[in-house]
């Protein structure tokens, strides 16, 4: 069975850019979850989807970040415009929408804004 | 108070000792609890999962849950160089599966 899927791996942008991160979750996962882990630091959320509803966005900064998830299986984080603050690595994470379930990761993107 | 707290490390022991890994959570309410090792620059891996009160055994690895003391622990037996990682203490709150994570303890296993 497939893993969470996301790409690209790394992503070199200057301040200002914009840059996307996509991610395909483990087949039949509904909810999907998309961190920003930064070093030395555990992940933090941003955003939590259930299907294609997003449940959990109070730690999105919303003024430049957004995300979508319009069939309820794959998704993308859009940062625009990228801050230098933004460096970190961008994690999606899926689960089945039950109790007692574990989520898994995908490999992550490593953003670095110059 | 954060939500999930770890003590951030560096534990080190030595190589065939055991590692204690303590975690605390605030929400009462918190259902699920999970342990996730990463190594450096790789992403966080599920090592053990622990649903109710006791403790949980796969192989080297023992969780132990306290819902009264709003503890978890993961302990590692015969530990080993390859588990240096940073370990994640990971809980769900409630039945809205919103995934909450500590800031992780770095262990080191000195050959």
């Known amino acids: 069975e497939a893993g969470v899927v996301q790409s690209p791996r790394y992503k070199i942008i200057e301040k200002k850019q914009p840059v996307a991160f996509w991610c395909n979750p483990i087949?039949?996962?509904?909810?999907l979850y998309w961190y920003r882990q930064n070093l030395g630091q555990g992940p933090e959320l941003l955003i939590r989807y259930e299907n294609e509803e997003a449940v959990d966005d109070s730690q999105l900064p919303k003024d430049r970040f957004s995300a979508e998830r319009l069939k309820g299986v794959d998704s993308t984080l859009k940062i625009q415009p990228a801050e230098l603050g933004d460096s970190a690595v961008y994690l999606c994470?899926?689960?089945?929408?039950?109790?007692?379930?574990?989520?898994?990761f995908g490999q992550g993107t490593r953003l670095t804004v110059v | 108070q954060k939500e999930v707290e770890q003590n951030s490390g560096p534990l080190s022991v030595p190589e065939g000792a055991i590692a204690s890994l303590n975690c605390t959570y605030s929400d009462r309410v918190s259902q699920s609890f999970f342990w996730y090792r990463q190594y450096s620059g790789k992403s966080p891996e599920l090592i053990m999962s622990?649903?109710?009160?006791g403790d949980k055994e796969d192989g080297r690895f023992t969780a132990q849950l306290n819902k009264a003391s709003q503890y978890v622990s993961l302990l590692i037996r015969d530990s080993q160089p390859s588990d240096s990682a940073t370990y994640l203490c990971a809980v769900t709150r409630g039945s809205n599966y919103k995934l909450t994570f500590g800031k992780g303890t770095l262990l080191t296993v000195n050959p």
């Open positions: 087949s039949g996962h509904n909810t």
């Open positions: 622990i649903y109710s009160n």
């Open positions: 994470a899926s689960r089945p929408t039950q109790a007692n379930t574990e989520a898994f």
